[in-house]
């Protein structure tokens, strides 16, 4: 079937530096691809998406970027902070259906002060 | 306030019960989903329904049931037949299949 991989699967940093993670997606049809934020025992957030028309897309200190030719896409949050410190998931839409996502297995991001 | 409610936070069930998890939605989203999540594992659809009184199996349905008989509401049974149901469950909704969802706040299902 279908399938997302994420890497790395933990990754830590020190407050300030940029974390970048990336993900890979085999639906060639995959047109949607957001990201979530999930905090210890708390529900997954959406934090950023991006579709298959743009390259990227920037929301302050977050940035998707998405090469469909390679089919992958990636996350980096610059100047990062310790509430930054999260399981970040990425996600691909199956075919052209955005409701129905692939999550990949998350990033345990460490940011330490 | 606007959002998805699950209830129990936090349940304990000993094992070859059934249980039933609780998702209400006051956005008037039509679609409504259930997902499981296993420590170090992304999250698995179990079931999905568009609309009221119609709903899809997801990836692992095998074991779970659900229902739709209201748009607010789509409830999760963990049935005896789950072979492994300890796990946090997430539901989450959408305007419409298409578009962007939105999870709440999961549930811990612990069976002993």
């Known amino acids: 079937g279908e399938n997302v991989e994420q890497h790395p699967s933990t990754l830590s940093v020190q407050e300030g530096d940029s974390a970048v993670i990336k993900c890979t997606y085999s639906?060639?049809?995959?047109?949607?691809f957001p990201w979530y934020k999930q905090e210890l025992g708390k529900g997954p957030q959406l934090i950023i998406d991006?579709?298959?028309?743009?390259g990227e897309k920037k929301d302050q200190r977050i940035a998707v970027t998405l090469n469909k030719t390679a089919k992958h896409f990636s996350l980096h949050i610059t100047e990062t902070q310790p509430e930054d410190s999260a399981v970040y998931f990425c996600a691909a839409s199956l075919g052209g259906s955005q409701g129905n996502l692939i999550f990949g297995k998350g990033t345990k991001l460490s940011v330490k002060p | 306030d606007g959002g998805i409610t699950q209830s129990p936070k936090y349940l304990f069930r000993k094992e070859g019960q059934n249980v039933t998890l609780s998702c209400e939605q006051n956005l008037n989203h039509d679609a409504m989903y259930w997902y499981r999540q296993d420590p170090g594992q992304g999250l698995r659809l179990i079931y999905y329904s568009q609309i009221v009184n119609d709903f899809q199996k997801g990836d692992i349905a095998e074991g779970y049931s659900v229902s739709r008989e209201k748009k607010e509401s789509f409830p999760l049974t963990v049935t005896s037949a789950q072979k492994n149901p300890t796990a946090f469950y997430l539901c989450?909704?959408?305007?419409?299949?298409?578009?962007?969802?939105?999870f709440g706040e999961g549930s811990w299902l612990t069976v002993v």
């Open positions: 639906d060639s049809a995959s047109n949607y």
């Open positions: 989450a909704s959408s305007v419409d299949e298409g578009n962007t969802i939105y």
């Open positions: 991006i579709r298959s028309n743009v």
